[in-house]
């Protein structure tokens, strides 16, 4: 599996745990505190990496903690805000169901 596909499965799940919380992009965006075409962006696959930041910024808006927001979605920092998502472990087919 080539990264652009894995990019693509992390926004699929962000995009499911935002409808299992039946958010829109644009409320869930003002909520993380990012640009609505950076979540399009993240949702649709077409970005090839995802910051630190936003993560967190996501983590916030949907109120988990960054590190089960991190699994959830199947992201992998490297701590030097790149993505490194080489663990394959954590890229998932759809996202655990939050409690």
Not at 8 to 23: A, S, T
Not at 27 to 45: F, N, Q
Request: contains cysteine; glycine residues 8%; hydrophobic residues 35%.
């Amino acid at each position: 599996m080539d990264s652009q596909e894995k990019m693509r499965r992390i926004g699929k799940n962000v995009r499911l745990v935002r409808e299992e919380r039946v958010l829109s992009q644009s409320e869930l965006a003002r909520r993380a505190k990012i640009h609505v075409s950076t979540l399009l962006k993240i949702e649709s696959g077409v970005t090839k990496r995802i910051r630190e930041a936003t993560v967190r910024n996501l983590a916030e808006a949907f109120g988990v903690p960054c590190g089960e927001f991190s699994k959830m979605i199947g992201y992998y920092s490297d701590g030097a805000g790149t993505v490194c998502i080489e663990r394959e472990e954590w890229v998932q087919e759809e996202a655990p169901r939050p409690v």
